[in-house]
């Protein structure tokens, strides 16, 4: 297959996923993994793509939200690794604002079982936490975003105004160390902007895919947090710049 087969097919699969890999692209077009980052590194240069940890995602523009679908099926050995961590920092008896995003929903995943007070922020969480059997479980008001189901407005900010949790989860829709926690929604930023407002304590939880990355609306400084948990695709320059600033980075390590 000749190399502008090869950069036209990479782009049509980027059209359908959230994430491609150098494997997989290898296999599908007959040409060494060499061959296909070399193409990778050229439709980077051009804007078409944005390098990551073994293969590439779509360079979305910074106002464009991927669907909620196509993003729970993207990086999910990270999230659920990075979901494993967060749960481990949590201690029994604790009160807890879980953000929207499928980071968190993995995070609410792992919650089921544990004795702990839960306001989550999305319908998604809400529902898969309704039968857990020792979560006490706090819905506030909202409206839900279409297809997101992440709650937003003035009655979840009035909810949120409340309380007081012990910890904020947050799952960005991007994060890097000069445009902060961002998100693809001004709503959305707000509600996660008053979820920190009103913790204790705050986790970030940004995968690999989401570093030095940059959402429409901004949410607050990379160094706000207190723990960041990622995995080891992270950019490790930038995690030990983080840590510099004096934040704790959990890097968890992905299950083979």
Same mark, same amino acid.
């Given at each position: 297959m000749r190399g502008t087969e090869r950069h036209r097919l990479i782009v049509e699969r980027l059209r359908d996923a959230a994430q491609v @890999?150098?494997?997989?692209?290898?296999?599908? @077009?007959?040409?060494?993994?060499?061959?296909?980052?070399?193409?990778?590194?050229?439709?980077?240069?051009?804007?078409?793509?944005?390098?990551?940890?073994?293969?590439?995602?779509?360079?979305?523009?910074?106002?464009?939200?991927?669907?909620?679908?196509?993003?729970?099926?993207?990086? @999910?050995?990270?999230k659920q690794a990075i979901a494993r961590a967060a749960v481990e920092l949590i201690?029994?008896?604790?009160?807890?604002?879980?953000?929207?995003? @499928?980071?968190?929903?993995?995070?609410?995943r792992r919650l089921h079982d544990r004795a702990v007070t839960v306001m989550p922020l999305s319908l998604h969480v809400v529902t898969e936490?309704?039968?857990a059997p020792r979560v006490r479980l706090l819905i506030p008001g909202g409206e839900p975003r279409?297809?997101?189901?992440?709650?937003?407005?003035?009655?979840?900010?009035?909810?949120?105004?409340?309380l007081r949790f012990d910890v904020a989860v947050i799952s960005p829709c991007a994060f890097s160390l000069d445009a902060g926690v961002t998100a693809y929604d001004l709503p959305d930023a707000e509600v996660k902007q008053q979820a920190l407002a009103v913790a204790h304590r705050?986790?970030?939880?940004?995968?690999?895919?989401?570093?030095?990355?940059?959402?429409?609306?901004h949410v607050c400084p990379a160094d706000r947090a207190d723990v960041v948990v990622t995995d080891p695709t992270a950019p490790e320059d930038q995690r030990a710049a983080l840590a510099d600033r004096g934040v704790l980075v959990h890097v968890s390590p992905m299950e083979p």
């Open positions: @890999t150098v494997a997989e692209l290898a296999a599908e @077009t007959g040409a060494s993994e060499m061959t296909v980052r070399r193409d990778l590194d050229v439709l980077a240069a051009h804007g078409v793509l944005r390098r990551v940890h073994g293969g590439a995602v779509p360079a979305m523009p910074a106002g464009v939200e991927p669907p909620f679908a196509a993003r729970a099926v993207s990086s @999910t050995s990270a201690r029994d008896g604790e009160t807890i604002v879980l953000d929207s995003g @499928t980071t968190a929903l993995e995070v609410a936490l309704l039968d279409p297809g997101e189901l992440a709650l937003v407005g003035p009655l979840v900010l009035a909810s949120l105004r409340q705050s986790f970030v939880l940004a995968d690999g895919a989401k570093w030095d990355r940059a959402a429409l609306a």
